[in-house]
């Protein structure tokens, strides 16, 4: 039979594109664009559910099945799609607001669940669409237009929430790398359980430059670390610093100074099941390392969760005598009159 | 045994169950009236426990209760006043001697009334003195020592020896009312299939309790209810929780779809998910969510991916599940929302019945937000009107609340099973047109109701979300006169719904004066209440609502014919609020209990007569 090889062309929609001019909203949407004709299923099966906030319009742009829920909610309705019809692609779309404060239960437990969805996460640091005010992942003393004087809280890390609540896959990337998030978004789909996918994205308007240390050409490979599996952790423009790991933490050596070369350097393994590691690379911050990118961790823990849902219904099913509604009507203690 | 006891025939009788919470009363109750259901009597049952699993053992903050009302004629309510009670400690006496008869009969363990339980029921020295019992029949009987000693041999512990002293006390109220004891054992049989020695206990406890009872002569009577006459059928005992679950199940069957669930456990609905989450034999998908927000909210998600959705909860949860509501309005995705009403605000009295959710139901929601919102009347129409909220839901693209409460959700009465080929056809509003033609808002022009595409299918690809929508396109518009079009179709098309329900019927003397109005769970006793009424030569005339929003289109019609309306409700007078606001060129009187109870048929009859009169 013929298929037609999709296109990026054919997942746009005809809709006019809304975000800010500079936003990093657009290149995520292109590197989505990219990845979707090769994640393996047809249009007609994609659906993507956001919840509220700026990146969460995104499923106007793509022509899939979607739906543009409301505030912190897209993790609930996407486990409702997914377990209705397991046969979905489904792609969750919700920024650090949506999914780390009014909708952190909820991202929690769609972890712990590991229903098989893949979430975007577009970390900015900032609530844009109410214009400016401080969020989950601003770091400690942000200003903002409800921190005035700076806030007096500490910042989550979507990386070190996933892993602590059991999660099996995470990975990151940077909105103007848009062919590392390309990759990275269809090793998130082919994982199979929840596939969360941190994306460092800057607004343009309310928290500019928030990355800019990290992700800024210049600078940026001696910030951060692809991570790679099976690859040795090295990192850097010359390509001559690593990690080790030296009294149970994380250290940054440069290879060929203090008798380090690259034998000492870890290997990276995304599929151990001990989590320890990949938290402490997932939690990795500027100035003192690199920021990880690329897949930190995916790890087949057990079968997806509506998958075992099917399995469990198909067994009761074979064993059970009421197969209809009128079985069940007269099941159990009835009498005649 | 040779003592000549007198069999009195009587039409009717209520027996109240009470003791410790984890004394077994609801499990005694229970089996009770099913032996009663199954022996031919009409019956109606009505637990009241408390919030608490396990109070203080011996406070009346821990007594656990469960009435049944059996007869020969037709039962409506589980009845006012008992005219047995068994009293299994001073507490459960402290609980509830004023809803004994006053010639009536309390059974109590003497073994339980010692120094220390007598002073922590809030009794001084003798509990029988300090009530005043009247003309009641009280009996003492030593149901804990009696059953220690039966079960002595069994090779059980004491404690689970004294686990079997309420079916020692089932035994005896058997015989006081000539139950056969066969559908208890065979219950037992069933329940402890893995563990023989409890078949044997319980079964020894039973039966020494009845001989017992036949021995002691201290009953001068036992009673006779003779068999209801009931129309011909297969029967069953069903209660409203278990009623709603099979109704969902029965429509998406019929509809062809699959069923999702997404709930949290809350009292008194859980009862229904739990029902749901053990028939994975017909397919159903129960999610139990992390909070009643992503209970509401997976429905969405399951709603839209194809399936007949519902959610689940009591009052508190409903506030909870308001928002995403609104979103099922404005995608405009069938869901059923069922509202188990239990007493309030905040976390209320949990296990006690209300109807206080009405218009939290009918307006608890930002923006303009119409829904559709039944009411079940009876444990067994639960099934019906479950039945029929997704029956709308599927084929108005609507969300449907639908509200039970406490009462009957828990209570139980015979329901002679229907025919699956005869319940009403669901037709699924799927598009007709081809996809390059179809947009997901263009409307069918008599209902206004959209077509539900769903993700799979090739063509149809698009977009729903809460932000308001484009008319036809469903693509996002902020246009003014939009957004005043769409909020006047989303009212029009619920008020459409109409159209598709049965007229308000009125029950009794059309040329009465008097119109008593009420609206669900209230069905059994406002009837009783009227029955009773006409007893006396009364002309009475009853309304009672099952459809709530929209209201059926005789309403106003039905209204004009009484000069008197009076509007009997379990809160401070919501659906009297509601008639006022819909019809307001009449009058409502009104007439509001608001205790976690039920009402009394002597309470209406009372409030009744008086409103007869002025």
Redesign the interface.
Known sequence: MDVKQLQPEDFKSDQMVRWCAGCGDHAILSATLKALPQIGYKHEDVVFISGIGCSSRFPYYVNTYGVHGIHGRAMAIASGVKVANPALSVWIITGDGDSLAIGGNHFMHLIRRDIDVNLILFNNRIYGLTKGQYSPTSIHGALSKTSPYGTVERPFKPGGITIGAGGSFFARTIDSMPKMSTEILLEAAKHIGASIVEVMQNCVIFNDNTWADITDRENRDDRIILLKHREPMIFGKNQDKGLILKDNQLQVVQLGEGGYSEKDVLVHDTQTEFAGIHLMLATMDYPKYPVAMGVIRSCNLQAAYERKLEDQIDAVRSRSEIKTVRDLLHSGATWEV | MSKQVKVVEIEEVAIRFSGDSGDGMQLTGTLFS?SS??F?NDVSTFPDYPAEIRAPQGTVAGVSGFQVHFGHAQINTPGDFCDVLVAMNPAALKANFRWVKSDGIIIYDIDAFDEKNILKAGYKVNPFEEEKVGAIQVISAPISSLTRESLKDTGLDQKSIMRCKNMFALGIVSWLFDRPLE?AVSFFNKKFSKKPVLVEANTKALYDGYYYAETIEAFTSHFRVKPAE????????INGNTAVA?GL??AA?NAGL?L?V?SYPITPATGILEELAS?????V?T?Q???E??GI???????????L?ATTTSGPGLALKG??I??AVM?ELPLVVVDVQRGGPSTGLPTKTEQSDLMQALFGRNGESPVVVLAASTPSNCFDFAYQASKIAIEHMTPVILMTDGFLANGSEPW???D?DEFPVIKVPRPKESPENWLPYVRDPETLVRTWAI?????????????EKADRTG??SYVPENHELMTHIRDAKIQKVALDIPPLEIIGDPDADLLLMGWGGTYGHLLSALNEIRGEGHKLALAHFNYINPLPLNTGDIMSRFKKRLVCEINLGQFASFLRMKLPEYSYRQFNKIMGLPFTVRDLTEVILKNLED
């Open positions: 099913d259901a199954v031919g559908h009931i129309e011909k059928g297969t029967y069953r005992n099979w199940m029965a069957e699959g999702f997404g028939r994975k034999d017909l397919k998908k999610f969510a992390e909070d927000i992503a909210c997976t429905a969405i998600g399951a709603s839209y991916a194809g399936c959705a928002e995403a609104g979103l995608t002679k099973i229907p699956p993700p799979g299918t090739p063509g149809f690809e698009h977009r729903v979300g809460s932000l693509n996002v």
